[in-house]
């Protein structure tokens, strides 16, 4: 479910990015009712089993980092905490 969810999230933030450029402030606001809808459920999503938790905790780092200029130590943050996890979730 988790990985419908970003998949959709993803798609949605795209579909927004294509509508922006057009300008098409209908269409903008229907895609964000939407996504808000996805992102609620994303937030709310209890992970099953620890690829879905990786999954979850995955999408929120880049959500928080590649989506604006960050500084490279916050790339490099990001990083070194999906790596810990991912060890940490491969024992």
């Given at each position: 479910m988790i990985?419908?969810?970003i998949t959709q999230f993803?798609?949605?933030?795209?579909?927004i990015e294509s509508a922006v450029?057009?300008?098409d402030h209908t269409l903008?606001?229907?895609l964000d009712e939407q996504i808000s809808n996805v992102w609620n459920q994303v937030l709310?999503?209890?992970p099953s089993?620890?690829?879905?938790s990786y999954l979850l905790i995955e999408f929120l780092l880049n959500h928080l980092v590649e989506k604006?200029?960050?500084?490279?130590?916050?790339k490099h943050a990001k990083h070194r905490i999906l790596t810990i996890l991912n060890d940490h979730f491969e024992q």
């Open positions: 990985s419908q969810l993803n798609e949605l933030s795209d579909s450029l057009t300008d903008i606001t229907a709310n999503y209890e089993d620890e690829k879905k604006r200029d960050v500084r490279e130590s916050e």
